[in-house]
């Protein structure tokens, strides 16, 4: 069973940046590709990146892509989502989810087999 916490939410002006944070325990990232999303506040959940944690192979939604990078750290088995320029529009509650296969759940977009609690983003001035 594998949990998933994520941190480093905070209220930032736009342009800043924020380093978030998803802290795997009860299993290896190795076996599984981790997905960060966002939801805000009267709109559908969306993904943002996703990574597979065997390779490092990356994705990005297109409205991140050139701001936000996902890596990861398997000697610490955490996933960061490093976001910089930030905008606004960037305000959501961010979750990172965990999924058996890369494939599958970042390229097709299928369920994940675990979520995180969630950490409040606010871009504002």
């Known amino acids: 069973q594998l949990q998933l916490v994520e941190s480093g939410g905070d209220l930032v002006q736009p342009g800043g940046s924020l380093r978030l944070s998803c802290a795997a325990s009860?299993?290896?990232?190795?076996?599984?590709?981790i997905s960060w999303f966002r939801q805000a506040p009267g709109k559908e959940r969306e993904g943002v990146s996703c990574i597979s944690g065997s390779d490092g192979t990356s994705m990005y939604e297109d409205s991140v892509k050139g701001r936000f990078t996902i890596s990861t750290d398997n000697a610490k088995n955490t996933v960061y989502l490093q976001m910089n320029s930030l905008k606004p529009e960037d305000t959501a509650v961010y979750y990172c989810?965990?999924?058996?296969?890369?494939?599958?759940?970042?390229?097709?977009?299928?369920?994940?087999?675990?979520w995180g609690q969630g950490t409040q983003v606010t871009v504002s001035s």
């Open positions: 009860g299993s290896t990232l190795n076996y599984y590709a």
């Open positions: 989810a965990a999924g058996a296969d890369y494939f599958r759940f970042c390229v097709l977009g299928g369920p994940a087999d675990y």
